[in-house]
Nanobody
Framework: VQLQASGGGLVQAGGSLRLSCAASGRTFSNSVMGWFRQAPGKEREFVAAIFRSNSVKYYADSVKGRFTISRDNAKNTVYLQMFSLKPEDTAVYYC???????????????????WGQGTLVTVSS
């Protein structure tokens, strides 16, 4: 599975960005897709995930109500719409995929088998 993340950039606090992650190589609709982020000097942390069905989504408390994850199985793409961005959202954002995850593992980075290259989001104050 190949994952290609895009959409990062520089935005002012309070602004919005939409990240995209295009997948190829396996049946996308069977995958669990996640977004993680890593700020300088910090560990990679869970941001959001979407189960095979669009109706089951998970968010980190720090982004709940500001970020929305969605997927378009016809386009093999998962999105992360980010609103009300804060300087503390600055990080490299990674998309990840797995085909065997159970719900209890969905927030754990090491449980995902496939990773994109990351896209940098910088939020200025």
């Amino acid at each position: 599975v190949q994952l290609q993340a895009s959409g990062g950039g520089l935005v002012q606090a309070g602004g919005s960005l939409r990240l995209s992650c295009a997948a190829s190589g396996r049946t996308f609709s069977n995958s669990v897709m996640g977004w993680f982020r890593q700020a300088p000097g910090k560990e990679r942390e869970f941001v959001a995930a979407i189960f095979r069905s669009n109706s089951v989504k998970y968010y980190a408390d720090s982004v709940k109500g500001r970020f929305t994850i969605s997927r378009d199985n016809a386009k093999n793409t998962v999105y992360l719409q980010m609103f009300s961005l804060k300087p503390e959202d600055t990080a490299v954002y990674y998309c990840a995929a797995d085909f065997n995850l159970i719900q209890s593992s969905i927030r754990t980075a090491r449980e995902y088998d496939y990773w994109g290259q990351g896209t940098l989001v910088t939020v200025s104050s």
